[in-house]
């Protein structure tokens, strides 16, 4: 059986107004929703515990602090029951396993527990933004360090770019889950993203869920958008 890649897109809004008419619009061609920092500063986070009652939820925060702050925010995600969910694998070793602690903690029946993903090196950075901040090497060198240190901490999977999927998989096998944001359909404007892949080659590469932001919510018919991505990843 092929493997299947899954769309989940991205809602980066301010308005709880505008999220549910996306959310509306797409919950049938899209496989998850996700909401991030833009949506969680703007609405507060009893909208985002609305929002998981109601669809599959990718909850996009990105946590990056010391282990005890970061385990003491996954323990206070309490009523909201997103199905993904994010930390900086670059937080180190015993932040990831002090998060893996705490959402096992705070959900105990396994089923339940949101999927910890470390994000590697952001979709937004190339070798020179890495270089500035101090890391030598290449994007992929970087990507497979921290992707290695990350499951073995306790981290279900990863979000990378498409290009680095073929290195992940060859060193750390099918298990973990590979997420993939970046991804532009083919003709599509360049913008802040830096390392991308249509969703055609990233179902191709073998990801697990690709995300998409402003490719859908910034099309002037998103359903259009979203359902042509999913034609597209139907037929890769
Ligand atoms: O490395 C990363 C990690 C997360 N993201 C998030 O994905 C979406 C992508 O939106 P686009 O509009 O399709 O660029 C966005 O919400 C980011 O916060 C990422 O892009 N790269």
Wanted: hydrophobic residues 40%.
């Amino acid at each position: 059986m092929s493997h299947k890649t899954r769309l989940i897109a991205a809602l980066d809004t301010q308005s709880i107004q505008q999220a549910n008419n996306w959310a509306h619009q797409l919950s049938r061609h899209v496989d998850a929703l996700k909401l991030g920092l833009e949506f969680t500063y703007a609405c507060g986070f009893e909208a985002v515990k609305e929002f998981s009652q109601k669809h599959p939820l990718f909850l996009d925060l990105k946590l990056h602090d010391i282990p005890n702050t970061v385990a003491g925010g996954l323990s206070s995600l309490g009523q909201i029951h997103p199905k993904l969910l994010t930390i900086h694998a670059s937080g180190g070793r015993a932040m990831i396993e002090r998060a893996r602690e705490a959402l096992e903690i705070a959900y105990p029946n396994s089923s339940e527990r949101p999927i910890l993903l470390a994000v590697t090196v952001l979709t937004s950075m190339d070798e020179n933004a890495l270089h500035e901040i101090g890391v030598v090497g290449s994007v992929d060198d970087q990507v497979l360090r921290l992707g290695k240190m990350a499951i073995s901490s306790g981290a279900d999977g990863l979000v990378c770019s498409s290009k680095e999927i073929t290195l992940l998989r060859q060193a750390l096998g099918h298990k973990p889950t590979l997420v993939v944001p970046g991804i532009r359909p083919a003709g599509s404007a360049s913008d802040d993203q830096k390392r991308i892949m249509t969703p055609t080659d990233a179902a191709r590469a073998g990801a697990d869920w690709i995300v998409v932001g402003r490719p859908i919510t910034r099309s002037e018919n998103p359903t259009a958008a979203a359902r042509a991505i999913q034609d597209e990843l139907q037929s890769a």
